[in-house]
């Protein structure tokens, strides 16, 4: 038989020389690693409404291919997510990291600077990997206190600014401050409800859409 007459080598050089007519296989899309709490959780939410989700609509609809991974969780804090950000960059190699993560510290009344110490921890970690850095701030409502307000937002620009990451302020802005704010809201007063994850997605958007752009892979001009 003609099968059993070829050797090893004729079998490779056979499969070579097929490979060789083949079109390059397209680079995998990059990783969007969204670490947060409840409000990229969907607290509350039915599956597949919340602003992580519309995110990854967002993106394919743009033309930015993406592979969109949620490692949100519903009260976490900036220590839990530092603690499990190591294995989560190892296990997906996120080429853009967002950071969403602060507000379950001021509820619990934690000390700005160990928040503080915990994003810088994260930032750099992520880029150290190197992963491109979104950070998305919160805003403390004014029961808590002009001076604390204050400095819990600034802490978010901070961190910013030294770790080289881009920045959304409020991702609650046009839901929180708006003025009619419980037409946003869950019936505990909390969580932003299904109506508001469009805005939310708005606020990150311009941000996130620049560090996606930046790391799509390099397109091969057609013959």
Not at 27 to 35: G, H
Not at 142 to 156: E, K, M, Q
């Amino acid at each position: 038989m003609l099968l059993r007459s070829w050797g090893r080598r004729h079998f490779i050089a056979a499969f070579l020389a097929g490979a060789a007519g083949l079109p390059a296989m397209a680079a995998p899309a990059p990783a969007v690693l969204v670490l947060g709490d409840s409000l990229s959780a969907e607290y509350g939410l039915r599956r597949g409404t919340g602003w992580v989700a519309l995110l990854e609509l967002k993106l394919a609809a743009e033309g930015l291919p993406a592979r969109v991974v949620n490692a949100s969780i519903s009260g976490d804090t900036t220590s839990g997510g530092r603690s499990r950000l190591p294995a989560l960059l190892s296990q997906h190699q996120p080429a853009v990291v967002v950071l969403e993560l602060g507000g379950n510290d001021a509820l619990r009344g934690l000390p700005l600077e160990m928040t503080q110490r915990n994003l810088e921890a994260m930032a750099k970690a992520a880029r150290e990997s190197g992963a491109r850095v979104l950070l998305v701030g919160m805003q403390m409502p004014p029961n808590y206190g002009a001076d604390y307000a204050t400095r819990f937002a600034s802490l978010y620009q901070q961190v910013a600014k030294a770790q080289q990451a881009a920045l959304v302020p409020f991702l609650l802005k046009g839901v929180a401050d708006a003025p009619d704010p419980l037409h946003w809201f869950q019936q505990d007063r909390i969580h932003p409800n299904e109506r508001a994850q469009r805005r939310m997605l708005e606020n990150v958007w311009p941000e996130l859409k620049k560090l996606v752009a930046a790391v799509q892979p390099a397109r091969k001009p057609k013959p």
